[in-house]
C-alpha cells in the first residue's frame, strides 16, 4: 500500500512560481505522475517520471515552464512550476503506479493522493 500526501500548493500571481511536492509512504513506486483538474474540467495529464528520472514526459501546455523530479531516498516527487498562468489554476493530484507504465493516463495509477489547490490570478 501507498499513501501520498501533497504539498505546496497557494495563490499565486501569473508569472510566478511554485513548487508542489508529494511525499510518499511505503513501498517506492516505478512511475509517478502529477494531474491536474481544473473547475468543471475532467482530470488530465501534467508529467511523469520514471525510477531513476531518466524519462520525463509533459502535456505540450507546460512543457518550458514545469520540471517534474524525485528524490528515492526521501520518496518524494517534485514538480517545479513556473512562468504560471491563470489557465494552470487546478486541484493538483500526485499519482503512483506499481508497475513500469507509460503514465499519460489515470487507469495507469494505483494510488492517488489528496490534491493541492493552485490558483493563479491575472
Known amino acids: 500500500q501507498v499513501q501520498l500526501v501533497e504539498s505546496g500548493g497557494g495563490l499565486v500571481q501569473a508569472g510566478g512560481s511554485l513548487r508542489l511536492s508529494c511525499a510518499a509512504s511505503?513501498?517506492?513506486?516505478?512511475?509517478m505522475g502529477w494531474f491536474r483538474q481544473g473547475p468543471g474540467k475532467e482530470r488530465e495529464f501534467v508529467a511523469t517520471i520514471n525510477l531513476i528520472g531518466n524519462r520525463r514526459d509533459y502535456t505540450d501546455s507546460v512543457k518550458g515552464r514545469f520540471t517534474i523530479s524525485r528524490d528515492n531516498v526521501k520518496n518524494t516527487v517534485y514538480l517545479q512550476m513556473n512562468s504560471l498562468k491563470p489557465e494552470d489554476t487546478a486541484v493538483y493530484y500526485c499519482?503512483?503506479?506499481?508497475?513500469?507504465?507509460?503514465?499519460?493516463?489515470?487507469?495507469?495509477?494505483?494510488?492517488w493522493g489528496q490534491g493541492t489547490q493552485v490558483t493563479v490570478s491575472s
Open positions: 511505503g513501498r517506492t513506486s516505478p512511475t
Open positions: 499519482a503512483a503506479a506499481s508497475g513500469v507504465v507509460r503514465g499519460r493516463t489515470t487507469y495507469e495509477y494505483d494510488y
